[in-house]
C-alpha cells in the first residue's frame, strides 16, 4: 500500500499492527559519473519491488529524498539536512504515526549518512515512550538485511558497498544506463578509513578527492539485476 495513494478514512481503518515503512536516502554527489540522485534512485527501485510482493501487508510512506550529507558539502550539487536537524526530522514522522495509533515503524535507509541520525532517533524516540511495550521502532541500510553479495556472486569485487562504488554503479547501468557516465575509465579508489578501530570524524574529502570510493570500472548491467534481486528479497525478509 502506498501512503500517498490513501485517504485519512482508510488510514484509520488499517489494522495498527500494519509495519509503516520510511524510505529515506539522499540528494549528494556520486562521483564524476553517477547522478546527484543515484541514492534514491536505488532505493526508489528497490521498495518499487519490494512493495509488489508486499500486497495489502505493508504500508509505504513516499521516499525521503533529503537527506544527512554534510559531508559531501564540498561537492557542488550537494543537498543536506544538517545532522540534528535530520534527526528531529525523523522522530517527527515516527511521531506522526504513533499518534495516529501505528506501533511498527520501520526506516529502510539508502543512504550511509543517514546512518547515525537514524539510529539515534528510533533510540530518542524509544525513550520518549518508555512506558510503552507495543512499540518496534528500526533503521536499517538495505545493504546490511541479510546475505553477502560476494558470497553468492563471485564475479563481484568488492566486499562491502562503497560510494559510486562497484555495486551503486551496476545497480545504476540496471536501472537507468543513460544516468551513468564514463565509469569504465574511473580508477578505484581503495576503502579504509585512517585511525581505525576509532571512529574519526570525517569529509568525504578526507577520503577520495573524486568523489567515490570503491571500484566502479567493474561494474555491469548484470551485476546491478543481482544486486537488486538480492537486496529486494533480503527487505522482504
Not at 29 to 37: I, V
Not at 153 to 182: F, I, N
Request: charged share 20%; hydrophobic share 40%; with cysteine.
Amino acid at each position: 500500500m502506498q501512503l500517498t495513494d490513501l485517504n485519512w478514512p482508510a488510514i484509520e481503518r488499517l489494522n495498527k499492527d500494519t509495519p509503516i515503512v520510511f524510505p529515506v536516502a539522499a540528494l549528494e554527489q556520486h562521483g564524476r559519473h553517477l547522478p546527484l540522485f543515484t541514492d534514491s534512485l536505488l532505493l526508489g527501485e528497490i521498495v518499487r519491488r519490494v512493495s509488489e510482493r508486499s500486497a495489502e501487508r505493508v504500508l509505504f510512506a513516499p521516499l525521503m529524498w533529503l537527506g544527512n550529507s554534510d559531508h559531501h558539502l564540498d561537492f557542488p550539487g550537494t543537498l543536506s539536512a544538517p545532522p540534528r536537524t535530520y534527526l528531529d526530522l525523523l522522530c517527527g514522522l515516527m511521531e506522526n504515526f504513533i499518534q495516529h495509533g501505528f506501533k511498527r515503524l520501520v526506516f529502510i535507509n539508502g543512504h550511509g549518512g543517514n546512518n547515525v541520525p537514524g539510529q539515534q532517533a528510533v533510540f530518542e524516540v524509544r525513550q520518549r515512550h518508555r512506558h510503552r511495550r507495543d512499540l518496534l521502532l528500526l533503521f536499517a541500510c538495505y545493504w546490511h538485511l541479510g546475505r553477502k553479495p560476494r558470497e553468492i556472486e563471485p564475479r563481484l569485487h568488492q566486499h562491502e558497498m562503497g560510494h559510486a562504488c562497484e555495486w551503486e554503479t551496476s545497480m545504476m547501468l540496471r536501472l537507468a544506463p543513460h544516468l551513468a557516465g564514463d565509469w569504465q575509465a574511473v580508477p578505484p579508489v581503495e576503502f579504509g578509513n585512517a585511525f581505525e578501530p576509532a571512529s574519526r570524524g570525517w569529509i568525504t574529502k578526507d577520503r577520495t578527492a573524486s568523489g567515490h570510493i570503491g571500484s566502479p570500472h567493474l561494474a555491469s548491467a548484470e551485476k546491478g539485476e543481482i544486486l537488486f534481486g538480492l537486496f529486494a528479497e533480503d527487505f522482504v525478509k
